[in-house]
């Protein structure tokens, strides 16, 4: 199993990054690598919410360096119905490690102490992401429509948490 640390985001961390941050993206072969992870944390720190259901830095120790290899987030804070919904993203240079599982994993503990149901939503396809969920006992509730990304996959998690 793949061990990560959450790190708190904020907005701003891009502009003076620490050196864990700043690793973790200079790692990335990809030039629009850096532009694209700022576009991902602008979204998910945009809703100022408590720290707990905010945004983290995936980091994990790598050639004895503490790296960033993802960003997660709740994307808001629980609803009236005790719902949260999760989001990762793994910097594309370390896919297909585990990372993905770890954050979606380490998030579901997290939200599942709090609330009933903890949902995420995939493309309307057979993909990594879908496999990360499954891994992390999601089961697939349905086809929604989502404001930005059009047609997509509802995933859910019951809790026992009583809300």
């Known amino acids: 199993m793949t061990s990560i640390a959450l790190i708190p985001a904020r907005a701003d961390d891009l502009s003076s990054p620490p050196q864990w941050l700043r690793l973790g993206i200079l790692d990335s072969p990809a030039e629009d690598f850096s532009s694209a992870v700022a576009d991902i944390l602008v979204q998910v720190t945009k809703p100022i919410r408590l720290q707990f259901w905010g945004a983290f830095w995936a980091t994990q120790s790598i050639d004895s360096h503490v790296r960033a290899v993802g960003l997660c987030s709740f994307k808001t804070e629980p ?3 005790g719902e949260v919904e999760i989001a990762y993203y793994t910097f594309p240079h370390r896919e297909g490690r585990g990372v993905a599982t770890a954050m979606a994993r380490e998030l579901t503990d997290r939200a599942s102490r709090h609330v009933a149901r ?8 057979e993909n990594a992401s879908c496999k990360v969920l499954r891994r992390c006992g999601y089961e697939r509730a349905g086809d929604v429509i989502d404001p930005e990304d059009g047609l997509v996959w509802r995933w859910q998690r019951l809790t026992c948490a009583v809300v």
């Open 79 to 81: 609803n009236v119905l």
């Open 118 to 125: 903890i949902i995420a939503h995939t493309l309307p396809a």
